[in-house]
């Protein structure tokens, strides 16, 4: 009956049904503690009890019956389960209900869930350590709460889990080095540790990360053939190590990076050319490359860079005329240019450029489509005009 009124999303009524049964069910396992089927049974009413109570909005009682569920596994303990693919559907289960709050910004309870998959898979993975399915399956309840943790900004315990998580994958790809979804796993997570370690403006510690994880992808990429998502995941990676290798001033490293980078997203700019995100990703690159070669006084690499993003930023003005975002980024390239041109000495050249950068952000400041960044270009272009060349 339970079911029929949750079907029907009743869910008040499924709610006290599955409560009944639930307390009903623990008084069976306390009377035949022997009887294994008792806890399994308490365990699926106990988790209907919580998603009925979270779809009528009870969150605390949500979370009881949650709590309860995983109390249900733990009678287990001792005991010959049998067959366990119910345990695992559970934390899937929760995770997925997990994941909708906090999509709605119940983040809190959204963690508590998260933590009770993590240790019904922690209860399954005591049981069975040398299954390496199960041991994964632990580690991505573990990267589920860093993220989470990660949400609410506390970023030293969302590092401590996806530390966790590292060391339970790393284990697993060496035992399994052919498989590479682990590979995988663990440069995913290895990234995310070089994120909140910057975030907890750790840059070594990021660095030493980043670099775990390109490794990584580049063994899969070797090994494996084209793979949009794949290479979609890589160019990220690349672009956050290509930053910070420049923000630590290592500056022939981080050219190497971002000229990786812009091989990668010339491929995917290609391959999906219905998407501009490729191409202002590339423009980023290439503005990159041109910061990194500046700071090495090689003026006419910088400029060559530059003039590659405005020559990509151009293309993309034209495919979206209306786009005012494009034609002020190529006004601010071709200021960064202009500066470049003059730092070289061809001042008749510079003049021109500063000109085009002022010419082009007047305009869009006309009409009113200039943010607080283009007022500040156009007010530098125009003072740079009225000096003295």
Same mark, same amino acid.
């Given at each position: 009956?339970?079911? /029929?009124?949750?079907?029907?999303r009743?869910?008040?009524?499924?709610?006290? &049904?599955?409560?009944? +049964?639930?307390?009903? !069910?623990?008084?069976?396992?306390?009377?035949?503690?022997?009887?294994?089927? *008792?806890?399994?049974?308490?365990a699926?009413?106990?988790?209907?009890?919580?998603?009925?109570?979270?779809?009528?909005?009870?969150?605390?009682?949500? !979370?009881?019956?949650?709590?309860?569920?995983l109390?249900?596994?733990?009678?287990?303990?001792?005991?010959?389960?049998?067959?366990?693919?119910?345990?695992?559907?559970?934390?899937?289960?929760?995770?997925? /209900?997990?994941? %909708?709050?906090?999509?709605?910004?119940?983040?809190?309870?959204?963690?508590?869930?998260?933590?009770?998959?993590?240790?019904?898979?922690? *209860?399954?993975? @005591?049981?069975?350590?040398?299954?390496?399915?199960?041991?994964?399956?632990?580690?991505?309840?573990?990267?589920?709460?860093?993220?989470?943790?990660?949400?609410?900004?506390?970023?030293?315990?969302?590092?401590?889990?996806?530390?966790?998580?590292?060391?339970?994958?790393r284990?697993?790809a060496?035992?399994?080095?052919?498989?590479?979804k682990?590979?995988?796993?663990?440069?995913?997570?290895?990234? +995310?540790?070089g994120?909140?370690?910057?975030?907890?403006?750790?840059?070594?510690?990021?660095?030493?990360?980043?670099?775990?994880?390109?490794k990584?992808?580049?063994?899969?990429?070797?090994?494996?053939?084209?793979?949009?998502?794949?290479?979609?995941? #890589?160019?990220?990676?690349?672009? #956050?190590?290509? @930053?910070?290798?420049?923000?630590?001033?290592?500056?022939?490293?981080?050219?190497?990076?971002?000229?990786?980078?812009?091989?990668?997203?010339?491929?995917?700019?290609?391959?999906?050319?219905?998407?501009?995100?490729?191409? #202002?990703?590339?423009?980023?690159? *290439?503005?990159?490359?041109?910061y990194?070669?500046?700071?090495?006084q090689?003026?006419?690499?910088?400029?060559?860079?530059?003039?590659?993003?405005?020559?990509?930023?151009?293309?993309?003005?034209? +495919?979206?005329?209306?786009?005012? =975002?494009?034609?002020?980024?190529r006004?601010?390239?071709e200021?960064?240019?202009?500066?470049?041109?003059?730092?070289?000495?061809?001042?008749?050249?510079?003049?021109?450029?500063?000109?085009?950068?002022?010419?082009? %952000?007047?305009?869009?400041?006309?009409?009113?489509? &200039?943010? =607080? @960044?283009?007022?500040? *270009?156009?007010?530098?272009?125009?003072? #740079?005009?009225?000096?003295?060349?």
């Amino acid at each position: 009956m339970g079911r /029929v009124d949750f079907l029907e999303r009743k869910y008040d009524e499924a709610f006290q &049904l599955y409560e009944q +049964a639930a307390q009903s !069910l623990t008084q069976l396992t306390q009377i035949d503690p022997g009887n294994v089927e *008792w806890p399994r049974e308490l365990a699926t009413n106990a988790y209907w009890v919580g998603e009925s109570g979270i779809c009528s909005s009870q969150i605390d009682k949500g !979370l009881a019956g949650f709590q309860q569920t995983l109390e249900a596994v733990r009678l287990l303990s001792g005991s010959k389960v049998g067959e366990i693919q119910w345990i695992k559907e559970l934390a899937v289960n929760l995770d997925n /209900v997990a994941s %909708l709050l906090a999509q709605r910004g119940e983040t809190n309870g959204g963690l508590q869930i998260f933590e009770l998959s993590r240790e019904i898979r922690r *209860w399954l993975a @005591q049981r069975d350590q040398s299954n390496v399915e199960i041991q994964s399956d632990l580690a991505l309840s573990l990267g589920n709460i860093a993220g989470a943790l990660t949400a609410q900004g506390k970023m030293e315990e969302a590092l401590a889990e996806y530390q966790q998580s590292a060391r339970i994958l790393r284990s697993i790809a060496g035992q399994q080095p052919e498989d590479l979804k682990y590979q995988m796993a663990l440069a995913q997570v290895l990234e +995310a540790i070089g994120d909140v370690s910057q975030t907890r403006q750790k840059s070594a510690e990021a660095l030493a990360a980043y670099q775990e994880s390109r490794k990584l992808f580049a063994n899969i990429v070797n090994a494996t053939s084209a793979n949009f998502a794949l290479s979609k995941e #890589r160019a990220g990676l690349l672009k #956050r190590l290509s @930053q910070l290798l420049t923000f630590l001033q290592q500056f022939d490293r981080a050219l190497a990076a971002w000229q990786e980078n812009t091989e990668l997203l010339q491929q995917l700019a290609e391959t999906d050319a219905a998407d501009p995100e490729w191409n #202002r990703e590339l423009t980023v690159a *290439w503005e990159g490359i041109g910061y990194v070669y500046a700071r090495q006084q090689k003026f006419e690499d910088a400029i060559g860079a530059y003039q590659k993003a405005a020559a990509i930023l151009e293309k993309l003005k034209s +495919a979206e005329p209306d786009n005012s =975002e494009f034609e002020e980024s190529r006004a601010g390239t071709e200021l960064t240019i202009a500066k470049l041109l003059l730092s070289k000495g061809d001042t008749d050249a510079a003049h021109a450029a500063f000109k085009a950068s002022s010419d082009a %952000l007047f305009e869009l400041n006309q009409r009113g489509r &200039l943010d =607080e @960044q283009g007022r500040k *270009w156009l007010e530098e272009a125009d003072s #740079r005009l009225r000096q003295p060349f």
